[in-house]
């Protein structure tokens, strides 16, 4: 059979038709927004950028953290190397990272369900707010989830499916649990998902599967270059994990974070798109679908002996969510970014589906017409409500700090390369808007001008954008011989040359 002939018996699968809708409806929402910030930069955003920028060209260098895995910055400085743009990359580095992110939870959908619960997540991941937000920011969080999921997505076919054990997938998945880790660390969560699996439905016995120590080779050989980097750059193969040690540490202080949980409501429940309110409907469907799900722990004895698909599947699900949370409950107790919880939300998704389609089945015999008008109509608005909360979010912080891009623009345009710039904050933003290389103060006076000495900097900049130490404010009024007011943006990044704009960054030229 040709190629033609196998894509037209392809596309008679109703259910492909729908794939296809829900991935292009995907596409299009992730191209309205992912450059709706284009004027600005968050601090992670801009080291990510900068870092990206330098490995690819060696000019303005901007010091990356030992908690920052390289892969990231890795395919931001291929595509910088590529004469790509920034909003090609942030395109390729982003939007694509999310649209797969809809793709693997349909495909893990089906694959541990069917089509239908598939199609369903996939939906709901497609409109999700919390991804649509994350397009617009330059992070490495999308890529990392998209990893995971083919990690997971991977494993299942290629250990639990199968009669005989799939050594290719296996090489995927081990390869993508690699990518994922050097992308985002807390990918480790991934690791722990599949060995928790292993050990709840075979617990010793999975070891004596080479597949299994082929998928951990290869999840070796693909961190190895990272160690070695790592090594090279820090003086220690396992830099990331001082930093993450000492934050662990400082985290043990606290209690449990078991507000953590509530990230699944922050999810699930966006704004009422006609007002009035938060839509409960996907939330509601979820407490459903978690009933459905928990089954398996009826049938534990089958999960143990590892016979159902069923129920292992309903595992692997919860533990997704379980285990993703729990790890921020437990070591990092904070919930901080619910951001940070993203990689749950795919399988949050399942759980809504998999209600979705109990609701289905159990009523549809007395008119399976109006149950699916019924069940499409909550969906409808479900999936209107996470888009309007997305974008209300978006438009709020759109541009937000315009000003910062202003100044750098403009200093980079009055200054030579190389030359430094201090800066009471926004070091990585000024950084990589700038082309210059940014540092702050010194400590208090005379320390900055000791720094003024050692690197004879061209700009000293005060922006309100951040809160910074009071005295950094006060510092150039201080010394009006030394420091000339140059340029003032306000906070959409326009010059100041009226009193009725609000100044929120000053650019001083520093004299000598």
Known sequence: M???????????????????????????????????????????????LASGRYWAFGDTLWAVEAARPPFFMLMIA?????????????????????????????????ELYDKRVGLIAALIASVSWMFL?????????????????????????????????????????GIFLGLGFMTRLSNLIVVGIIGLYLIITEQHRFLKHKQVWYAGLFLFLSVLPYLIWSKFQYGTFLAWAGQYGAGAEAAAAKPLAWNVFSVIKIYLSPQLFFGGGQDFIFYVLFFIGLIISLKFLLGIDLVVKNKSKELN???????????????????????????????????????VARGIIWIYDSFKKYSSIAVATVLGILLLVGSVSQIVQASAILNHQKNDQAGIKSAAEWIKANSAKGQWV????????????????????????????EVIDELKPAYLVVTGYFQSLPWTYEYPGKYPERFEPAAVFDAEGKPVTNENQRPIIVIYRIEY
């Open 133 to 173: 937000v994350n397009i617009a920011r330059a992070h490495s969080d999308l890529l990392a989830g998209a990893l995971g999921l083919a990690a997971i997505y991977y494993f299942w076919k290629g250990y639990v499916v199968p009669e005989k054990k799939n050594t290719l997938y296996l090489f995927l998945c």
């Open 313 to 351: 599947a309903d595992l692997i699900t919860i533990l997704m969510v379980v285990a993703t949370i729990m790890f921020f409950v437990v070591i990092q107790r904070d919930l901080g970014d619910p951001r940070w919880q993203m990689f749950a939300a795919p399988a949050i998704f399942l759980v």
């Open 2 to 48: 040709s190629f033609t002939e196998k894509a037209k018996e392809w596309f008679k699968d109703r259910y492909n038709l729908l794939f296809v809708a829900i991935l292009l409806f995907a596409f299009i929402l992730r191209v309205k927004y992912f450059d709706i910030n284009a004027l600005s930069l968050w601090w992670d955003e801009a080291t990510y």
């Open 422 to 449: 201090l800066s009471n904050n926004i070091h990585a933003e000024m950084t990589y808007w700038a082309d210059r290389p940014t540092r702050g103060f010194g400590l208090y006076d005379n320390g900055t001008f």
């Open 78 to 110: 291929l595509f910088f190397k590529l004469g790509f743009n920034e909003l090609l990359v942030r395109f390729f580095t982003v939007v694509v990272p999310s649209l797969l992110i809809v793709l693997f939870t349909y495909l893990l959908g089906k």
